[in-house]
């Protein structure tokens, strides 16, 4: 049975990598002055769509592996299963032939004690020399002269030859029926693994397939913000190029005075183009500019404060990924731990459930010489 692999999926630590990456940009335009857009984030909306699409397929791809795997090992239980309980049947259908072909209470030796017709097999009166009226005293037979020795001798011996080369017989049919059983579970166990072997290598096929697509996909979207950053960097060249051409040629920076003159009146002047002040109007405006420095100097510090804020925001919600993270593979290693412990405490009841069936099975052998090779043999 193949164990399922508790390891980090490439696919969503990559995916982890981007949407760190894409918090990062997001952060940079929202925290940045220059950059700031008031409206919708577009690109990061569509960034995250594609970002969801690309999870769900990987993780439809990762639950129809999973699911192949379960219904394989499901199968690998059941053909375990009706090879044990045929296995069983087998043997019990085997002892119960032998008992009845051999075991037979006329094949006992100690059958004459108990036979109930003993008497009706008795021998007739004074017949040769197995009359038992032929008594010591009566000096009719000794020890080893009787008549039917010979021949008794001869049939016992024929007799025991015939158990034994039945027994053999019988030694070598179970051998080769073992060998054909072990043949067939050798040919189902590699069709079990080379499918098991085709399904990690369509597993492996399809995180390759996801790799390559986002990696194509992040080329992609470098290669159109350079792209963008590249244009959006020329229209502001040119429009610096052309906004310090406009101030070179115009009366703003030529003081011209006739600029400050005003069409409806020679008396009256046109204030923004106006070169000459008193020293009042020069002074408030430059109260005016300390004030506004005073400010922005707020305004910067305000920023700044708020930068640090967001810094440590991210850095706690960066550390609390972080821990989570742990956390997780925390109870993936107990989860993979109990597992483990599982699958050893059922394959310890299965040894002890096959050691107690053995021993009971064996236990009803009967004892004798011929009994015995047998079991040795058969186990």
């Not at 069983?88 to 100690?110: D, H, I």
């Not at 913000?225 to 009366?251: F, V």
């Amino acid at each position: 049975m193949r164990k399922v692999d508790h390891v980090p999926d490439l696919a969503e630590a990559a995916a982890l990598q981007r949407r760190r990456y894409r918090e990062l940009q997001r952060q940079s335009r929202l925290f940045d002055a220059r950059t700031r857009m008031i409206g919708v984030d577009l690109e990061g909306l569509d960034a995250q769509v594609n970002d969801k699409r690309i999870q769900d397929a990987t993780q439809r791809a990762w639950d129809d592996s999973i699911a192949a795997e379960m219904k394989q090992n499901d199968k690998i239980v059941c053909i375990v299963d009706q090879r044990q309980k045929k296995d069983t049947v087998n043997l019990e259908k085997a002892l119960n032939e032998f008992r009845q072909n051999y075991q037979q209470p006329e094949t006992r030796r100690e059958f004459d004690l108990s036979d109930p017709q003993s008497l009706k097999k008795n021998m007739p009166a004074r017949v040769a020399d197995s009359d038992p009226r032929c008594t010591a005293s009566g000096l009719q037979k000794f020890m080893g002269e009787d008549l039917n020795s010979e021949n008794r001798k001869k049939y016992q011996q024929e007799q025991t030859r015939e158990w034994l080369l039945e027994q053999q017989k019988d030694w070598a049919n179970a051998l080769a029926d073992r060998k054909f059983a072990d043949s067939l579970h050798d040919t189902h166990r590699l069709e079990l693994d080379q499918k098991a072997m085709d399904l990690q290598r369509r597993d492996e096929e399809t995180r390759r397939a996801i790799c390559v697509a986002t990696k194509e996909f992040n080329i992609k979207q470098a290669i159109e913000s350079e792209e963008k950053k590249k244009l959006e960097k020329q229209q502001e060249l040119e429009d610096d190029i052309a906004e310090i051409s406009n101030l070179l040629k115009g009366d703003l920076l030529s003081e011209n005075p006739q600029q400050a003159v005003s069409s409806f009146a020679s008396n009256r002047v046109i204030t923004d183009r106006w070169k000459g002040m008193s020293q009042d109007q020069l002074k408030e405006i430059r109260d005016v500019q300390l004030q506004q420095v005073l400010e922005k100097l707020r305004l910067e510090e305000e920023e700044r404060q708020r930068k640090a804020e967001w810094d440590r925001r991210r850095i706690q919600a960066a550390r609390a990924e972080l821990l989570y993270e742990r956390h997780q593979q925390r109870q993936n290693r107990e989860l993979r731990r109990a597992l483990d412990n599982l699958n050893a405490q059922l394959s310890q009841d299965q040894k002890r459930r096959r050691a107690a069936l053995d021993e009971e099975v064996y236990a009803n052998f009967p004892s004798g010489q011929y009994y015995t090779q047998f079991n040795t043999t058969s186990r």
